[in-house]
């Protein structure tokens, strides 16, 4: 049944929205199933979601600093981020997105790693048995 279910769950997330003071709604997704699934029973150790990063959303994952610097003002992202975080979702940044946007490692947020490559980190995490979800 459902409730007796591990889901392990990676999200493709490439894109971001144009305004600066808005939360990237593919973010928030991973904390709708989340959410759904607790309301359904499911525990949240059971839920194994990662969250890969690349093209024009990795900057929706900068810190709030860098993302100050770029865009005037903290990074609405920021809190969703730690929340997410804190519940065990994993996020993860393209090394090569980051290095042709000219964003350093040190800029991203406290919870975000970086890959290699968006390609490296979703083939990876689907040889480990994660679903891909793609937007």
Do not use: M
């Given at each position: 049944t459902a409730t007796e279910s591990d889901y392990h769950v990676v999200f493709d997330i490439a894109r971001s929205d144009?305004?600066?003071?808005?939360?990237?709604p593919r973010i928030e997704t991973a904390a709708r199933v989340l959410n759904m699934h607790a309301a359904n029973g499911i525990d949240t150790a059971q839920m194994h979601l990662a969250l890969v990063i690349h093209g024009a959303a990795a900057g929706d994952v900068l810190s709030d600093s860098a993302y100050?610097?770029?865009?005037?003002?903290?990074?609405?992202?920021?809190?969703?981020?730690?929340?997410?975080?804190?519940?065990?979702?994993?996020?993860?940044?393209?090394?090569?997105?980051?290095?042709?946007?000219?964003f350093s490692a040190g800029e991203f947020a406290p919870n975000v790693k970086q890959a290699l490559s968006a390609m490296t980190a979703l083939v990876t995490l689907q040889n480990k048995g994660y679903a891909l979800i793609q937007f």
């Open positions: 144009q305004d600066a003071d808005l939360v990237n100050k610097q770029r865009n005037g003002i903290a990074n609405p992202n920021s809190p969703l981020i730690a929340q997410l975080a804190d519940a065990g979702v994993e996020f993860i940044v393209c090394g090569q997105t980051a290095a042709y946007r000219g």
